[in-house]
């Protein structure tokens, strides 16, 4: 089959590679339909995560099964699943907290793992892992498209507004005005914020978030950005999303942060490791969040796209076929697209 694989940065090629074949009694082989590139999957691609050439690549994925081990239960063959971006067991400990990513026997698809950026994977722990999408949307394409941004970025969002503690007419600001923050946007919106503030520089991204709900936009950065939210909300939100993961926002989140409100930080840390534990301790800033677990929250926010109340689907503005995933990492990296869509 083919898939794509990393062969250093700047350089990822759809190659030829073995078919997936049942390797443990709970797996289960999926054709892939649907599948992304992820705004995290250019740390890898710039060069700036310690990754190896023939790592597969593409942990956001939805397909159809086309056969299943013999301790499988809850999945058969010829349904069509969504995939969380990390597989777990549903049994351990962690599972049970609803903390899929921390699961005892489980991991992340890409790298080693088989990756969704492919024709085909092997899925470990297909009943604690694969969520079956209801057969009466199966067909419908459009509801697809707003089903599997579910896989990762909405399901990513929607732990940094749980983690922020967003509250119905309460007041959200957002750092990032990628996918992930945009979903943020929406998560915010959901949970009832009345208002959300969201901070970010592109143009087209922002028009996205007024549709999602944002009520005000902040376009600068660091210290004027931190002044002019401060001035609107008169001493801070009590609800910060942190959206990108940078030295910057993580503390732009902190300064923004009202004092005895709640920091989710969702965005993968790349040199934020240093925060402002001062003002943090003196303003009782909790900072909550980390890895989502997606597979926690899919059922929730899956009823809610199949019903209508939920549509993150503008956040996939550009489409490429499996042959296109090199220029589906080009475009995004160059910024010419927010988050690239890859249908088989």
Not at 120 to 138: E, F, H, K, M
Not at 201 to 219: K, M, P, Q, S, Y
Not at 312 to 319: A, E, F, I, R, Y
């Amino acid at each position: 089959m083919r898939a794509t694989v990393y062969h250093g940065p700047g350089d990822v090629r759809v190659d030829n590679v073995p078919d997936p074949k049942i390797q443990q009694p709970t797996d289960a082989i999926v054709r892939i339909t649907h599948a992304c590139i992820c705004g995290s999957d250019l740390w890898f691609y710039r060069g700036l995560d310690d990754w190896k050439s023939g790592w597969r690549t593409g942990h956001e994925w939805m397909g159809i099964v086309e056969e299943v081990g013999s301790e499988v239960r809850n999945i058969k063959k010829g349904d069509r699943v969504l995939a969380p971006f990390a597989f777990s067991d549903g049994m351990c400990e962690f599972c049970g907290q609803g903390l899929q990513t921390s699961c005892v026997q489980g991991g992340f698809w890409g790298g080693v793992n088989d990756g969704g950026q492919a024709e085909a994977v092997r899925a470990p722990l297909a009943d604690g892992t694969l969520v079956v999408v209801p057969p009466a949307v199966s067909g419908d394409n459009a509801m697809l498209k707003a089903i599997l941004p579910v896989t990762d970025v909405m399901s990513t969002g929607h732990h940094a507004a749980v983690s922020a503690g967003v509250q119905p007419g309460g007041i959200a600001a957002v750092i990032g005005d990628g996918a992930v923050g945009l979903c943020g946007v929406l998560a915010a919106k959901r949970l009832g914020a009345e208002r959300i503030i969201i901070v970010g520089r592109h143009e087209n991204r922002l028009e996205i978030a007024r549709h999602f709900g944002a009520t005000d936009v902040v376009t600068s950065k660091d210290e004027q950005a931190v002044g002019e939210v401060m001035e609107m909300t008169k001493g801070g939100a009590p609800s910060v999303l942190e959206c990108v993961g940078t030295e910057s926002s993580l503390g732009t989140a902190i300064s923004i942060a009202r004092p005895g409100g709640a920091i989710g930080f969702v965005g993968v840390p790349h040199g934020s490791e240093t925060i402002n534990l001062s003002r943090m301790f003196f303003s009782n800033v909790a900072l909550r969040g980390g890895v989502a677990p997606a597979r926690h929250y899919i059922p929730e926010l899956l009823a809610d796209v199949v019903a209508g109340k939920l549509d993150p689907s503008p956040v996939l503005d550009h489409t490429v076929n499996l042959d296109g995933v090199p220029s589906g990492y080009a475009a995004m990296d160059n910024r010419e697209a927010i988050k690239v869509m890859v249908q088989l």
